[in-house]
């Protein structure tokens, strides 16, 4: 097969075993360098890819993506729900009530934020029913005043299900007999488990009109309704505009970026700088390569006169090693490419496997708002790693190759 002479000599120049063996080690550490630096840049960028993507789907996916609400109780909250789903953006909604409060059982207590909802229609709007441990969210039923909680809650009150608790809610009942507070007995009829220390632990669900008999209202009155959003970066800007379109300063609307848009953008932020920081390190693997091929150079001046004699030119010189510096750069990328393709792909169940067999929590639940290390491996980010690792590579072989086309042969010639 024909190949130019500058390629052939450089692909030589790159297997061939050297007189100086320190030149050997360096370029070989060289292209272990890179391949490290893309092989981390890779799997980093899976994980902050994989904290991404659970922060959407599985957190936002039980928050409401936006909410409208009212001063007063709602009684109508079908018709301002045939509204809303007008709207192209919205694909489901469903009415909500919230109220803050404890739970109490046997001395123990848990502050809780109990969302009262419609079993049928929360399924629209919400994931939790992919994620009960025991029982099911059907089992909330009108009359009975059942709740579900979190399992990080239910181990805390040391409750399972079927078991009685109490929640005291932030308001008092005047007696002639004095103050006292609100209180009423739950049954557990369902026990959760997402994985986000903040929903498992802090978010308990009853039935809409159990929660509107505490609250003092009507049976079919509710707080407001919730929305789901076919694309959630929508809802602040929808919901505002629903808002506004149902009455003139009667309803207000609340949405995600609220609650959880300063730890969605702290991801996003950190993605971006670990990814800056990761290309810096590559970027000095790849600038290794420029001291491997200045040694080289300097350890071949005499092949390099030799050629130059038989009629080469700087040019021809100049893609020797042009073509020696980029292999290393295209076998230490695609060796860190490779390692880091698989280790993003095995990274979950390799922590989980670690965890067990060493009996710790790397990611606590109550630090961060999952207790596990999610990876999510995307072409776009492989494809933009490796090109970069590639380019810098081409860049670090330019000086050294052109002092190697600078190189005399008089005078490299001159003491051989």
């Known amino acids: 097969m024909f190949r130019p002479l500058f390629v052939f000599i450089g692909t030589r120049y790159t297997r061939a075993k050297r007189r100086n063996h320190f030149v050997s080690f360096i370029s070989l550490t060289s292209m272990i360098g890179l391949a490290l630096g893309v092989l981390v840049m890779i799997l980093v960028l899976s994980v902050m890819n994989g904290f991404d993507h659970e922060m959407r789907t599985r957190v936002l996916g039980m928050v409401p993506h936006a909410t409208i ?79 579900v909680i979190g399992d990080k809650a239910a181990a805390k009150l040391g409750v399972g299900l079927g078991d009685k608790i109490t929640f005291v809610a932030p308001e008092v009942t005047v007696t002639p007999a004095g103050m006292f507070p609100r209180l009423k007995r739950f049954t557990v009829v369902g026990i959760f488990h ?93 600038f290794n390569i420029i001291s491997t091929l200045v040694m080289v150079v300097t350890d071949k001046k005499g092949d390099i006169a030799i050629l130059r004699t038989l009629g080469a030119t700087p040019g021809q010189i100049m893609a020797i090693f042009m073509v020696q510096g980029t292999v290393i750069g295209v076998v230490g990328t695609a060796i860190g490419a490779v390692l880091g393709i698989l280790a993003a792909l095995n990274i979950s169940a390799g922590i989980a496997a670690l965890e067990s067999l060493l009996g710790i929590k790397f990611l606590n639940a109550d630090v961060y708002f999952i207790d596990y290390l999610p990876s999510q491996l995307m072409l776009a980010d492989v494809l933009l790693v490796c090109s970069a690792a590639l380019v810098l590579s081409f860049l670090a072989t330019l000086y050294p190759a052109w002092r190697a086309a600078r190189t005399q042969p008089a005078e490299a010639l001159r003491y051989e």
Do not use: C
């Open 69 to 147: 609400e009212s001063a007063k109780p709602l009684a109508d909250w079908q018709r301002l729900g045939a509204l809303a789903a007008k709207n192209p953006q919205v694909v489901a909604v469903a009415p909500f009530s919230q109220m803050q409060g404890l739970l109490t059982h046997e001395g123990k207590v848990q502050k809780v934020l109990i969302n009262a909802i419609d079993p049928l229609e929360e399924t629209k709007v919400s994931i939790i029913g992919d994620f009960f441990e025991e029982g099911r969210l059907q089992d909330l039923k009108a009359g009975d005043f059942g709740i």
């Open 194 to 286: 997402v994985g986000a220390g903040e929903v498992d632990g802090f978010i308990a669900m009853t039935h809409v009109q159990d929660l509107a008999r505490l609250q003092r209202w009507k049976a079919d009155e509710v707080q407001g309704i919730r929305l789901k959003f076919a694309d959630l970066f929508e809802a602040p800007r929808t919901a505002w505009q629903l808002a506004q379109s149902l009455g003139d300063k009667q309803f207000y609307a609340r949405d995600w970026t609220r609650t959880h848009g300063n730890l969605y953008q702290a991801i996003r932020m950190e993605k971006a700088m670990i990814g800056l920081l990761l290309l810096l390190i590559v970027a000095v693997a790849a």
